[in-house]
């Protein structure tokens, strides 16, 4: 049995929930300290704050576990993909299904610590077939990036929604901080992730699968990203203009993510791609941490 749970935890990239949940708790944070349209304050409970911890890792563990099995086969195909846990065998789909439909019905039980916000209850069966549905966009679009970039996106907004989602009902503006936020992570993760498909750019094209990297080759497909990292930066950039109390912290952090991403580029170059998961996880994990640490501190600084 540890022995399962510890494939599991590798099948899904629990590590991986660092891109997520820095803005999860960001959010969080920031509908806590923002004053609302009213004046009203908002209360954060320790229920709420189980809530959204809960379900940022039901969500994303459901998602994660719904993908090993819609991709088995063209992991079992992909060099590089097919020591994963279905294909290798170190996992029976059984397992997989069982494990998937458990975190499914832990996220929706989960948004049941946020009542009376009956909202989260009443989004999660679409939030999740949204998060899932990522697995399918390979077939169809080549745009598959931005879905997964959406999905990420909705990490804050969803949080939001959660802890002030009767002032949202009433003052549907109130979102609008969430929304920036949720839009620089958007075009952060299709940017990182477009760098990270570079590596499958000709079996995506052999095995007729959609990514930015297979339709415009890997060049293009790195300056798709640049341009995506730089929507991102122009997003966190207008993030102080709906959130007044970030200040000069909040600046000078977002020059360190800018360096950062310029350094993300300066990594991976198309005629060598050995830097990719550098660039991927370690690089990207530090501007997750870094974003969620500086803004808190200058929110909670004012």
């Known amino acids: 049995m540890p022995e399962r749970i510890r494939h599991i935890l590798e099948m899904i990239r629990f590590s991986h929930t660092v891109f ?5 708790v960001l959010a969080t944070i920031m509908a806590w300290c923002l004053p609302t349209p009213s ?3 908002v209360t954060l409970t320790w229920q709420t704050c189980l809530g959204i911890v809960l379900c940022m890792v039901f969500a994303r563990s459901a998602a994660m576990a719904f993908n090993r099995l819609v991709d088995r086969k063209i992991d079992a195909e992909n060099p590089r993909t097919a020591s994963r846990h279905i294909p290798a065998g170190l996992l029976s789909v059984q397992s997989v299904v069982l494990f998937t439909l458990a975190c499914s019905l832990g996220f929706v ?3 049941l610590l946020f009542w009376p916000n009956w909202l989260p209850l009443a989004l999660s069966i679409p ?3 949204f998060l899932c549905g990522y697995s399918y966009t390979k077939r169809f679009t080549s745009l598959a990036h931005y879905w997964l970039g959406i999905s990420l996106m909705l990490a804050p907004i969803c949080a939001w929604v959660a802890i002030r989602g ?3 009902l009433q003052h549907p503006t109130d979102i609008l901080p969430a929304v920036m936020l949720g839009l620089g992570v958007l075009f952060w993760v299709a940017g990182f992730d477009i760098i990270y498909a570079c590596q499958d750019a000709e079996f995506d094209r052999d095995a007729k ?4 990297p297979a339709k415009y080759g890997v060049p293009g497909a790195l300056r798709i990203a640049a341009v995506s990292h730089l929507l991102a930066v122009l997003s966190f950039a207008i993030l102080p203009f709906t959130a007044p109390l970030l200040g000069v912290i909040y600046w000078l952090g977002l020059a360190a993510v800018a360096g950062l991403l310029f350094y993300e580029h300066a990594l991976v170059r198309p005629s060598d791609l050995s830097k990719v998961n550098l660039a991927f996880f370690h690089v990207n994990t530090i501007i997750g941490l870094g974003v ?3 803004t ?3 929110l909670l600084w004012n």
Do not use: C
């Open 20 to 24: 997520a949940m820095p803005f999860a």
């Open 39 to 41: 004046g009203e304050s």
């Open 109 to 111: 039980a989960s948004t």
């Open 127 to 129: 939030v999740l077939a």
């Open 166 to 168: 009767q002032v949202v």
């Open 209 to 212: 699968l959609r990514s930015v």
């Open 292 to 294: 969620l640490i500086f």
């Open 296 to 298: 808190s501190i200058d």
